[in-house]
């Protein structure tokens, strides 16, 4: 008898171990019994005899694979993980598995083929005629047979039909279509708006073509009369779910590279074929893709795979486009519009080595690549790296270790590093290079800070921002306007008694959102109606809070009447690629003025834009977390590197109630390294990171005594915590409640632990949780090296 250990898709941290009389390789599907229900777990470490004499040792029931589906140096991976986000290896396994992977053991199974293959007789013979059967009755019926096996395999061959639960992108689609009956009508002889319309359709000059084509410009009544008139027919359609692609040229772009790209690419092939971590440090328009390409090409020419990370694959179509034309086929784009099932495919062709590149968001960072090279993290300093829910993972993190366990090289760029590389280079840790200029003589844009202060308080824009505007409007360039808060305003009061409108489930106040008179949890999502009247006093006058970008757009239809305006956030962008929409009419110029939140703050290369303006950039200052003036300098940096991007020179105006603040100051030079000084040396006083590591225990119950209580115990406990440690090893704050009280009706109470080792804080973090009995009624959840304590 053979013991293993089984790797289970739930969080607890503890190991589970079963016995089979089979040699299983590691890394392959199992199935076994756990409280008594069947769950798929991921076979792992063999033992040749019982990890414990006296415990009775369940079976695994059925072996799913042949082949491991998660390789050595995943597996060691996902161990890694394990240990360093206080996950279980369990969970960090199936996050690298594509969900169509994960068998549902509750979904019920039908015979379909007509024929019987000899192989499968077995199988048919336990249905009755047509009759659908859960694949666990099957199991019951087939004892001691490989029944997953045998019905993974008959669904993929057709035989069995598997009913499983489809994520709607899975489903089929159905688009409308318009269908041209007669092309003789003279739209003259038609009433204003259907003969516009129906130019609009013949101008199409294809007989059949999806509705959503013309809606933009047309209204749905329009075509129903249309139809009614028999001029055309709209149907339904059932349409493949396309393959993720934006629309190329297809043309290879081709720039001579400068001196400062040559060398950089140097400098990084010098360490090809081995593990190192390089930082490249490129100012906003210094072509670092450049820098990337033709390094990847090396590794593919030899045979080896890369795996490119960006921070979200729809905010950055210019980079996949690039990538397109230049890869094609060999490219895989692993994005979250793919289907179960096409996630499945390519994370086939990748594991078979079809596709030698893969570029993704954070999750691609696990993909099968056999023979990995290079990972290249783009935008290194970004927060969407950082999965928010188990496995808490930082994807940049992640990928610097998968390089150092397949001796890959790895790559992080970025304009506006974090702090963390920036101070790992600066020990010798990461090698750096830079791009200190724009390629062509293209300078950066001059920046000019206005104070709100004194003259505009109260005031959205101020006289400068508005003539900029009116001159670049003037010479018909492009405005790019940044204010980092959706909706109308960050909260409605009542003028009379004060009442403020909050989240009933997080007690905190609702932002206000004027295009679909709601109020809004930005925390929770929860909304409902905005109160016509105080649901106090029932006065009807209101005060209104910060501006978020539906107010900044009210305002500027105001002051530009003439100007087309296009608003991007993510309540516009609900609506179905709008996104590719705004990209398309930004390069077309059928847009002067794009305003948006932080979702136009990335990679956007448009050479018409001329002016970039950062309505507030107090927002991210404002908030409590020794984060804020990073993420003010990263935020302003990047979107005032957006202006001035092609020949024509650019301008860039920050708007400020705080115009002496470093990350302002620093942000307007765009002098990255000046700001990592100054922050640099906060962090180090206060013993943040990078200097320390950071944990943070959340605890969180729906009862506040009861919280409240274990809180206070917990606090004389964790006195005693500090005296076992070396002085200036560890520090602790709290635990205190979270600057976020309450949330999804929760109350949420928090311990943050410094640490200026990993070990440390591992050591503080198993004592509060062994040795500290907190009831099991609280709910806790530990997130390693946090990037936010709110
Ligand atoms: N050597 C070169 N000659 C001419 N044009 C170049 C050269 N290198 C890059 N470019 C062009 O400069 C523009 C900016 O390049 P790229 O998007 O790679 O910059 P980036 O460093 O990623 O900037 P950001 O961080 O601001 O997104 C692109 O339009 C690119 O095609
Ligand atoms: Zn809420």
């Not at 970039?612 to 940096?637: H, K, W, Y």
């Not at 005693?720 to 709290?734: D, K, V």
């Amino acid at each position: 008898m053979f013991y293993y250990e089984i790797y289970l898709p739930i969080n607890i941290l503890k190991e589970f171990y079963y016995c089979s009389p089979l040699e299983i390789p590691e890394g392959v599907r199992v199935l076994v019994s756990f409280n008594r229900k069947d769950m798929i777990g991921i076979c792992g470490t063999r033992f040749e005899s019982a990890p414990e004499k006296d415990i009775r040792y369940k079976q695994i029931i059925e072996v799913l694979d042949q082949q491991p589906l998660i390789d050595s140096q995943l597996m060691s991976l996902a161990k890694w993980m394990g240990e360093y986000y206080y996950c279980s290896t369990g969970t960090a396994c199936f996050a690298m598995l594509p969900a169509w992977l994960i068998p549902d053991i509750q979904a019920e199974v039908r015979w379909v083929a007509d024929d019987i293959p000899e192989k499968y007789k077995e199988l048919a013979n336990a249905f009755s005629e047509g009759q659908a059967q859960k694949v666990s009755e099957l199991r019951k019926k087939l004892k001691g047979k490989p029944v997953l096996q045998w019905v993974e395999k008959a669904t993929e061959e057709g035989y069995l039909e598997l009913n499983r639960k489809l994520s709607p992108k899975d489903k089929p689609k159905t688009v409308n279509y318009i269908h041209i009956i007669d092309k003789t009508v003279d739209p003259n002889s038609l009433p204003s708006k259907q003969k516009e319309a129906l130019q609009l359709i013949y101008a199409k000059s294809k007989e059949e073509f999806p509705l959503a084509e013309i809606s933009r410009d047309v209204s749905y009544s329009v075509v129903h009369a249309l139809e009614r008139k028999g001029i055309i027919s709209i149907f339904p359609r059932k349409i493949e779910r396309e393959f993720f692609r934006f629309e190329t040229s297809g043309l290879k772009k081709v720039v001579t590279l400068n001196e400062e790209q040559e060398r950089a690419i140097q400098e990084i092939l010098q360490h090809k074929g081995h593990f190192q971590v390089h930082l490249l440090y490129g100012i906003t328009g210094s072509g670092k893709t450049e820098v990337y390409i033709p390094i990847i090409r090396s590794y593919i020419q030899e045979g080896k795979g890369v795996i490119f990370l960006i921070p979200e694959i729809a905010l950055t179509p210019q980079m996949v486009e690039r990538f397109q034309a230049e890869f094609g086929d060999i490219l895989a784009i692993s994005h979250s519009q793919l289907s179960d099932r096409q996630r499945l495919e390519q994370w086939q062709r990748i594991a078979k080595g079809e596709c030698r590149l893969v570029i993704g968001a954070r999750s691609a960072i696990f993909s099968p690549m056999p023979n990995l090279g290079l990972i290249i993290v783009d935008e290194e300093h970004e927060q969407s790296y950082k999965q928010e829910n188990n496995p808490r993972y930082n994807g940049r993190d992640v990928a610097v270790m998968r390089g150092k366990i397949s001796d890959a090289q790895v790559i992080l760029g970025s304009a506006t590093p974090s702090l963390e590389s920036w101070y790992n280079q600066k020990k010798g840790k990461y090698l750096l290079h830079c791009l200190n200029s724009r390629p062509l003589d293209i300078k950066l844009p001059q920046v000019q800070i206005v104070s709100l202060c004194e003259d505009y308080s109260q005031q959205m824009f101020s006289d400068e921002l508005i003539s900029a505007i009116s001159f670049r409007l003037e010479r018909k360039e492009q405005v790019i306007l940044f204010q980092n808060r959706r909706g109308f305003s960050s909260y409605m009061q009542c003028l009379k008694c004060g009442e403020l409108i909050k989240c009933p489930n997080c007690d905190i106040s609702m932002y206000y959102h004027r295009d679909r008179e709601e109020m809004q949890c930005h925390y929770c999502g929860n909304t409902y109606p905005s109160p016509r009247k105080c649901p106090q006093c029932g006065s009807y006058s209101f005060v209104y809070g910060s501006p978020g970008t539906q107010k900044v757009e009210q305002t500027l239809r105001i002051l530009f009447p003439q100007a087309r305006i296009l608003r991007l956030d993510s309540d516009s962008a609900r609506q179905q690629d709008i996104y590719k929409i705004m990209f398309r009419r930004m390069k077309d110029k059928e847009v002067d003025i794009l305003l948006g939140t932080q979702m136009i703050s990335k990679g956007l290369d448009f050479p018409e834009v001329t002016l970039v303006g950062i309505v507030n950039a107090d927002i991210s200052l404002n908030i409590p977390d020794f984060r804020a003036a990073e993420r003010t300098f990263q935020l302003c940096t990047q979107v005032a590197g957006r202006s001035g991007r092609a020949d024509k020179e650019g301008e860039v105006i920050i708007q400020t109630y705080n115009p002496r603040h470093y990350a302002i100051i620093y942000a307007s030079k765009q002098d990255f390294p000046g700001f990592a000084e100054e922050e640099l040396s906060h962090r180090r006083h206060l013993y943040y990171p990078p200097y320390y590591r950071l944990a943070r225990i959340l605890f969180q119950s729906a009862d506040n005594n009861l919280l409240q209580e274990e809180m206070d115990e917990l606090s004389q406990k964790v006195k005693n915590l500090l005296n076992t440690f070396p002085q200036g090893e560890i520090f602790l704050l709290g635990p205190v409640p979270a600057p976020f009280t309450k949330m999804k009706n929760l109350y949420r109470w928090h311990l943050i632990i410094k640490g200026r080792t990993t070990q440390s804080i591992k050591k503080a973090i198993n004592t509060v949780l062994n040795e500290y009995k907190i009831s099991s009624t609280i709910h806790y959840t530990i997130d390693i090296d946090p990037t936010t304590l709110m």
